[in-house]
């Protein structure tokens, strides 16, 4: 489970004193426990990767933000917290990826948009911007 990749990798941060990656995983590590506890249950792997995606959205943000006002320290800073909740999650599915995986599972011209959204969204459920997808299913069913 992520979570416990997580809490290893946080000890690790304490014992070398990073003190950057310390806070980032222990903001991570708090998110997968309120979110267990509003679950009240184990999280699954799709839902500890989209607590970790949150995180990642909230994090763009506080870029953005920070790029806005002309903080380039922040701005910076904000990069690097970026890189390291990354590392948690899986690489990302490309446009042709998702392309394939429409085409693989009979979504092609004409299909119902809410047909194909629902064929699609758990193969790619923490694999792929929502955003994404939805633009590429809009594409591929014109």
Not at 29 to 50: P, Q, V, W
Request: aromatic content about 0%; glycine content about 4%.
């Amino acid at each position: 489970m992520l979570k416990e990749t997580i809490q290893k990798d946080l000890v690790q941060a304490m014992r070398d004193k990073d003190k950057l990656k310390k806070g980032v995983l222990t903001l991570i590590k708090s998110g997968l426990t309120n979110a267990e506890k509003e679950k009240r249950a184990e999280l699954n792997d799709a839902e500890e990767l989209a607590v970790i995606q949150k995180e990642l959205k909230q994090t763009r943000q506080a870029l953005t933000e920070a790029v806005k006002v002309g903080r380039e320290d922040n701005a910076e800073l904000e990069k690097q917290k970026i890189a390291i909740i990354e590392a948690y999650l899986p690489t990302m599915l490309t446009e042709d990826e998702i392309r394939q995986l429409l085409a693989e599972n009979g979504v092609v011209s004409g299909t119902n948009m809410g047909q194909a959204m629902k064929t699609i969204k758990p193969l790619v459920a923490g694999k792929a911007d929502n955003a994404l997808v939805a633009r590429v299913v809009k594409e591929t069913i014109a």
